[in-house]
């Protein structure tokens, strides 16, 4: 599935997936792959199907999202002042027939769509820890893009 890519600083990786009869290995991120700016924590998230989880933009934070179970849409929306790509939106679904990892940079916002009819699983790996006081929210309609 080729995407894209119409915002400055946005990494897409396509990642490695071992099937094995006695269980499958699914690569993730290392030290050496493009988007890794350091560890701070990992984490997953649930979504469920036809929920969105609003925007939110991060200050400092590099996210490296990971889909290894059901499908997600994630949305991102640059409005850095001087951003060359100031204005584009990027859309990607990923999934197992899309495996890949989204390097997302600090200063973008992002917001994301559970897809799958099951459980949408995410990993993130970020470069720091979390800080309430590193991240921005706004309410899904402050940033205008049609959903449907």
Not at 34 to 53: L, M, Q, R, V, W
Not at 72 to 78: L, N, S
Request: charge should be negative.
């Amino acid at each position: 599935m080729d995407t894209v890519i119409n915002i400055d600083g946005i990494i897409l990786t396509p990642l490695k997936q071992i099937f094995h009869p006695q269980g499958n290995i699914f690569h993730g991120m290392k030290q050496s792959d493009p988007g890794y700016a350091g560890f701070g924590e990992a984490y997953f998230s649930t979504i469920n199907h036809d929920e969105i989880k609003p925007w939110k933009k991060h200050i400092e934070m590099t996210l490296n999202f990971i889909v290894p179970i059901g499908e997600i849409q994630f949305v991102i929306y640059d409005d850095r002042p001087e951003s060359k790509t100031k204005g584009n939106f990027l859309k990607i679904n990923l999934c197992l027939n899309n495996y890949q990892r989204l390097t997302i940079p600090c200063g973008v916002w992002v917001a994301f769509l559970g897809v799958g009819k099951e459980i949408n699983l995410l990993l993130n790996i970020t470069n720091l820890e979390h800080d309430a006081l590193e991240v921005e929210r706004t309410e899904l309609s402050s940033i205008k893009y049609n959903w449907k």
